[in-house]
């Protein structure tokens, strides 16, 4: 057994002086301003979504309510939004707007990260006929324009948000297959998954263990860039008519609703607009935040 | 008046708010004509000195004081305009890594041709294209490169790294610069072509009239290239003075310490390994492995990566394999691991085939390896304990077994017990290959293979890991397999030593017997090219004949 | 040594390689938007017919839409009319889908072919000016602008556009290719740009391209967005590397390195990604056509899947696929000239 004095000369040796990682993290999220205020609007609609009840000024646009005296009421201090065609206010709506969209994007990440997660990390780590496969199927999907595919599928079933997000969920996850494959191949050439088979670990062992925590950073910021393109899909889908039924407020079909009024009634369109620009812009900001946080390319 | 006159210079870099202080008083001095040695260990500052030199430090660092005098002139007095004029004219620098130096999508043509039209123009010169490409020939000449068209046409990926390495040369040497600066050159290539390099740029040195300042590690490269030498540690110049006092009456214990941690490769100093006279542990008959790659259009092609290799390791003994890049002693030992199959012949490892093991997979409890880069052997996100636990989980151990196990082997590697918390971000490079070595003792092996493990570690280093490594063979019995291209080191280390050669065992035997009288020509050219640091050494080294060089290596010249 | 440093058989085959990749990509779409057409709940024959047609007209449509004969009868029959260019007749008009659809590609061919100038016109540039002034005020603003480019859906800005038109720009054209009143000039493409080029016809050219600034603006704007984004890391992530390094410390001025040498290694990136993301390319072009009434192959897609004329939409899917290997294919040659390490590369 080594002397107390042995085990001194092995510490000796220059132990890097470092902030951890995830305060070096920290820090440069903190550094920049655009990626908090990504933070404060993604929460803010996540908010809103949950709170609207409490929220919106007028809970009862929300449904079926007409109020005929005060259709397409221009913005003023009651309806600081205005109000549409069958007189709701249209921030109530655009509050409540933002059920739908988030309820989209936790219906189509839900499914999409995990299958796309887990085929990528197969697809990378296996190699042989596995990635053949899955990367081959991934580049077929990968060729469908997702909107065709999302109406095809919207059209033949019928336009309910369930199978909206089945429609887009069919498409997403090639992207996270495709990012974490890239991910997964290179960690998986690294000595310490050899090392780990090596001592013994099994397959399972090492995709859960080795492997996917080297892709967490990745996955998480391609994760929050994604919401936005669903929220932005979804509401393209609403827009063409295959988004969720009347009355329920989405801002997609609100934005089309409002087009037939262009372009004296401005607000109609305008408003619900601005909403799902301004969820999408928190998603995106917080998003490329994390990305110079974790120093990853997505 | 000394060419190059650096004073009291101090530099910090400042990274997210914190700043580090990383030259601090450093004072050196490079007059007309002289060579001059810069060397220290990772993160000593020996680049960071050239990089203030030639104005290319990163945006956050700042030279706090001090003062860099080129030919009386404080440079850093001077706007980047005018310093920009000193570049590549004045003084040059040979770029470190020969492999990224080159933008892969532009000829080397390319490079060259953009280098000395924009100088001509810095001058006020007017030359033609055929005139640029006319010199360019003549330079490329110089740094020994036989067929200069042909690497004008080159794109970089064409070239050996050696080529690159001369071609890098060429470029400092294009305007005739009064000062070289050199930056580990060669360091990323094998030996043989290193030696070649430094030979180039030294008869370049006496033939043009340069003075060189050579950054180095490698106190073989510094009684190579240089007369004076400065010896640096964390910023600071602990030691400076003429190449015979450094080398032979060093007054630190930093320098003593160096010095004593380079393994000798002649003389009286060096270490036999005993033998132990034990079977086989490992038997290797008529090994060779085939690699094929598929083509549409083509034939395909196969690669040769092992031939007909045919070895035995002894039980108990530090088994060598000596060889450059391609020469196939990777592939060799991840066939020992079970980690490649054998094209043919036949590998026995206690007395099993090692076709016989399911999967063609080696029992773990039998070999475990060790790799070359610690930064990769170690999974970022997981603590030390949880790296060790994997292969005492896997071996079955109650929590309770393991704990106290990752304990036992934390001392065993002469680390304390708290490092069980940390992360490898956390750990220095000769730490990480300790518990990359733990894991490996963890699963109990008989063979441990050592790929390379201290290629990637300072000397230093180097040194207490290897005597780890002397204590753990003869306190847990084990066997090495331990493959290298440092030949200085496994003259020290391996009780045997096999010489590879485009997958060929062109030599084996006991250090002893090989070094002493090394038969094969490939053998003697490896040994003669082994940087060494004292006389003794290197009139004791081989001789090798042009001939034979011509026909066993692989000549970086054409 | 021989003089021939090209080695272009190893690009060949690295083409054929990839042509091969496509001609399973299409293989495998045409399997899986049949499967879609066929398996998915809901008769064929009946969306064809409406609600109101009586099982005896249903079942008479099935026989003549061959919908009776086993599955794979039935795809082999599709796969080998697609193949030859026929994908049968349109449930709705009656007329063959593929005369449908010729009619109307050249509009969207011109309006995708002008959008990608101007994605990459617009994002390369502007990405190398981020890059080169890298966390100054002109990189904030530029990452700005290629946020909300990224950010607004194509449809949304169409609508802007439109909406600003109709307050600041009364007189110009919102829908359509070119002003009612100008007589086509006919010619090979069908695209409106060059035909009216070569037919000497200005007043062609000039409608056309104000028909096509919102659309084509609307189309690109998340393009330009991308791409400056890839372009501006692309770079940066290049700057890093030792071969700047090698130049600069031999004088060859910053703007020469950046502009001359980075922005070739840099293109790679982004194009690469322009390739993968043409699928979406052409899904939005659905929306803007629609927005625009351009009257294009997009919007007769759209239209097809509303009406559920499954034919013509299998045939839309199978057209939107082919758009997307052949861009690839182009993308791929594209990259191959640029980078020599894809031309020197042997087979793997």
Redesign the interface.
């Known amino acids: 057994m080594p002397s107390p004095d042995d085990t001194m000369r092995a510490v000796e040796e220059e132990t890097p002086v470092i902030l951890s990682a995830r305060r070096m993290a920290w820090m440069r999220f903190r550094s920049n301003p655009a990626a908090l205020i990504g933070g404060f609007m993604v929460i803010s609609v996540i908010l809103a979504a949950i709170f609207a009840p409490l929220i919106a000024p007028y809970p009862e646009a929300a449904g079926n309510t007409i109020d005929f005296a005060n259709r397409h009421a221009a913005p003023s201090a009651e309806n600081f939004a205005g109000t549409d065609k069958v007189g709701r206010d249209i921030f109530s709506r655009v509050i409540f707007g933002f059920r739908v969209s988030l309820l989209l994007v936790i219906g189509v990440l839900g499914i999409a990260v995990p299958v796309g997660a887990a085929l990528g990390l197969a697809a990378g780590y296996f190699g042989g006929r596995t990635e053949l496969l899955i990367t081959g199927f991934t580049n077929v999907m990968l060729a469908i324009p997702p909107l065709v595919i999302a109406l095809a599928v919207g059209s033949i079933l019928t336009p309910t948000l369930v199978n909206a997000m089945i429609a887009i969920a069919l498409l997403w996850w090639t992207w996270h297959a495709r990012l974490v494959y890239r991910v997964a191949k290179s960690v998986a050439a690294e000595d310490f998954v050899e090392a780990a088979r090596l001592a013994g670990a099994s397959h399972w062992h090492v995709l859960t263990r080795e492997i996917l925590p080297n892709c967490i950073a990745v996955i998480s910021v391609k994760t929050t860039l994604d919401a936005a393109f669903v929220i932005l899909f979804g509401a393209t889908l609403s827009f063409l008519g295959l988004g969720v039924r009347p009355p329920t407020p989405d801002l997609g079909s609100m934005v089309a609703d409002g087009r037939q009024f262009l372009p004296e009634m401005w607000w109609g369109v305008f408003f619900p607009a601005l909403g799902i620009f301004y969820a999408t812009l928190g998603f995106n900001l917080l998003g490329d935040g994390l990305r110079d946080m974790f120093d990853v390319e997505v | 008046m000394a060419l190059l006159d650096i004073r009291d210079l101090n530099v910090s870099f400042t990274s997210?708010?914190?700043r580090t202080h990383v030259l601090r008083d450093v004072s050196l001095k490079v007059g007309e004509g002289q060579r001059v040695a810069l060397i220290g260990e990772t993160?000593s500052g020996k680049s960071v000195t050239s990089k203030t030199v030639?104005n290319?430090l990163p945006g956050n660092a700042s030279v706090e004081s001090g003062q860099v005098f080129w030919r009386g002139t404080d440079l850093l007095t001077r706007p980047d305009r005018e310093r920009?004029?000193l570049?590549?004219?004045e003084m040059?620098?040979v770029?470190?890594?020969p492999l990224?130096?080159?933008?892969?999508?532009?000829t080397i043509g390319h490079?060259l041709d953009?280098?000395l039209y924009?100088?001509d123009r810095?001058a006020g010169r007017r030359r033609g294209r055929a005139e640029r490409t006319a010199h360019i020939r003549q330079v490329l000449r110089k740094v020994q490169l036989a067929?200069p068209d042909?690497v004008i046409?080159?794109?970089p990926?064409?070239l050996s790294g050696g080529m690159r390495q001369r071609v890098?040369i060429a470029?400092?040497l294009?305007n005739r610069p009064a000062m070289l600066i050199a930056d580990e050159p060669g360091t990323a290539l094998d030996v043989t072509t290193q030696d070649e390099i430094l030979r180039l740029i030294n008869d370049l040195v006496t033939e043009e009239g340069l003075s060189l300042l050579m950054i180095t590690h490698n106190l073989g490269v510094v009684r190579m290239t240089a007369d004076y030498v400065y010896v640096m540690r964390k910023g600071v110049i602990v030691e400076h003075g003429p190449l015979k006092q450094i080398f032979e009456a060093p007054q630190t214990d930093y320098c003593r310490e160096l010095i004593g941690a380079i393994p000798p490769l002649y003389g009286a100093a060096v270490k036999d390994q005993p033998l132990s006279g034990e079977p086989p542990l490992v038997k290797l008959e008529n090994v060779s492995k085939r690699f094929t790659?598929?083509?549409?259009?083509?034939r395909d092609?196969t690669v040769d990566a092992v031939r007909n290799v045919s070895l035995e390791v002894p039980r108990g003994e530090i088994f060598g394999i000596a060889g450059e890049s391609g020469s196939g002693k990777t592939t060799l030992a991840r066939m020992v691991?079970g980690?490649l199959g054998a094209t043919e012949g036949e590998i026995v490892i206690d007395g099993v085939r090692l076709t016989d093991h399911a999967e063609g997979r080696i029992d773990?409890r039998m070999a475990?390896?060790v790799?070359q880069?610690p930064g990769?052997?170690?999974?970022?996100?997981?603590t030390v304990a949880?790296?060790l636990d994997?292969?005492l989980h896997?071996?079955g151990l109650d929590k309770a077994a393991r704990a106290r196990r990752t304990d036992e082997l934390l001392?065993r590697?002469?680390?304390?017990r708290h490092f069980a918390s940390r992360?490898p971000?956390?750990?220095?490079g000769?730490?990480k290959q300790?518990i990359?070595i733990a894991?490996a003792l963890?699963?109990d092996p008989k063979l441990i293979v050592l790929d390379e493990p201290t290629s990637a570690l300072d000397v230093s280093?180097q040194k207490?890991v290897i005597t780890?490594l002397e204590?753990l063979r003869s306190d847990l019995g084990l066997t090495y397999l331990f493959i290298s291209h440092d030949l200085s080191l496994m003259r020290n280390f391996c009780s045997h030593i096999a010489v590879m050669l485009r997958g060929e065992v062109v030599e084996q035997g006991t250090p002893a017997e090989v070094f002493a009288d090394p038969r094969h020509p490939y053998t003697r050219a490896l040994i003669a090219a082994v940087p060494v640091i004292t006389d003794a050494e290197d009139a004791a080294k081989p001789v090798v004949t042009e001939a034979e060089k011509k026909r066993f290596l692989v000549s970086s010249a054409a | 040594m021989g003089k021939v440093f090209f080695v272009a058989s190893g690009f060949i085959e690295f083409l054929l390689r990839r042509i091969l990749g496509f001609a399973v990509i299409l293989l495998v779409l045409s399997l899986m938007i049949f499967a879609l057409a066929r398996v998915v709940p809901g008769d064929p024959a009946r969306m064809a017919m409406g609600p109101s047609a009586s099982a005896e007209q249903v079942e008479a449509m099935r026989e003549q839409m061959g919908l009776n004969d086993p599955l794979p009868t039935q795809y082999f029959r599709f796969l080998s009319g697609a193949v030859r260019g026929d994908f049968g007749v349109s449930l709705i008009s009656g007329r063959p889908v593929t005369e449908q659809i010729l009619r109307l590609l050249p509009a969207t061919l011109e309006l995708v072919l002008v959008t990608l100038l101007l994605m990459m016109v617009l994002g390369v540039p502007l990405g190398v000016l981020a890059a080169r002034y890298r966390n100054g005020w002109v990189d904030t603003l530029l990452r700005l602008i290629s946020m909300v480019g990224v950010t607004m859906p194509a449809f949304l800005v169409a609508i802007l556009l439109q909406l600003f038109a109709a307050f600041y720009l009364s007189d110009w054209p919102l829908l359509g290719r070119i002003d009612r009143g100008i007589e086509l000039p006919g010619g090979p493409t069908g695209l409106l740009l060059i035909d009216g080029l070569l037919a000497g016809r200005l007043d062609v050219v000039r409608s056309a391209l104000q028909h096509l600034a919102f659309p084509a603006f609307a189309l690109a704007l998340s393009g330009i967005g991308q791409i400056m984004r890839l372009t501006r890391s692309a770079m940066i992530e290049n700057l890093r590397r030792d071969h700047v390094q090698t130049l600069r410390s031999f004088g060859v001025p910053d703007r020469v390195v950046t502009f001359r040498y980075l922005l070739k290694l840099s293109s790679i990136a982004p194009l690469t990604i322009m390739g993968l993301e043409f699928a979406s390319l052409i899904g939005n072009a659905f929306v803007v056509e629609m927005v625009f009434a351009w009257g294009g192959f997009a919007s007769h897609g759209l239209e097809s899947i509303m009406q559920n004329d499954l034919n013509a939409v299998m045939a839309v899917v199978m057209v939107s696929g082919i758009f997307f290997v052949l861009a690839n294919l182009a993308i791929d040659i594209l990259i191959g000239v640029i980078d020599p390490r894809l031309r020197l590369k042997e087979g793997r």
């Open positions: 997210y708010g914190q993160g030639l290319t920009e004029k570049k590549g004219i040059s620098v770029m470190q890594d990224s130096s080159f933008n892969p999508v532009f490079h953009s280098v924009w100088a810095r067929d042909r046409a080159a794109w990926a064409q890098l470029l400092a294009m790659r598929r083509h549409l259009l083509r092609e691991m980690m773990r475990q390896i790799y880069n990769t052997s170690l999974n970022p996100k997981r949880q790296t994997v292969p896997f071996a001392e590697v002469d680390l304390p992360y971000h956390e750990l220095s000769g730490q300790r990359a894991r963890a699963a280093v207490r780890l204590e």
